[in-house]
């Protein structure tokens, strides 16, 4: 059985940075692909970023590229989302998923396996 555990989220004034983690544990982190997805009120999941099971590709929605990073560091089977330049629509809650199914990264949430239980990110205008 795979554990995910998000931290990080809060509270944060528009054009800041919060940088959120998940560690996973139960299961050979490196086999897997790691993504970010994010739920606001009302609104259905959706994508944010994924990397392969390497570091070496990594995917981004269109409306945070060039503000968030996602990374990996396999030594301690964490994954990272620096969020930089924070908006209020970003609000949301932000949850890991890890796809051992594959190494290469889905942006389909269906094609995740397992679900950490997702940090709130509340940015103020």
């Known amino acids: 059985q795979v554990q995910l555990a998000e931290s990080g989220g809060g509270l944060v004034q528009a054009g800041g940075s919060l940088r959120l983690s998940c560690a996973a544990s139960?299961?050979?982190?490196?086999?897997?692909?790691m993504g970010w997805f994010r739920q606001a009120p009302g609104k259905e999941r959706e994508f944010v970023a994924a990397i392969n099971w390497n570091g070496g590709r990594t995917y981004y929605l269109d409306r945070v590229k060039g503000r968030f990073t996602i990374s990996r560091d396999n030594a301690k089977n964490t994954v990272y989302l620096q969020m930089n330049s924070l908006k209020p629509e970003d609000t949301a809650v932000y949850y890991c998923?890890?796809?051992?199914?594959?190494?290469?990264?889905?942006?389909?949430?269906?094609?995740?396996?397992?679900w950490g239980q997702g940090t709130q990110v509340t940015v103020s205008s």
């Open positions: 139960g299961r050979t982190f490196s086999r897997s692909a």
């Open positions: 998923a890890a796809d051992y199914s594959r190494t290469t990264a889905s942006l389909n949430h269906y094609d995740y396996d397992y």
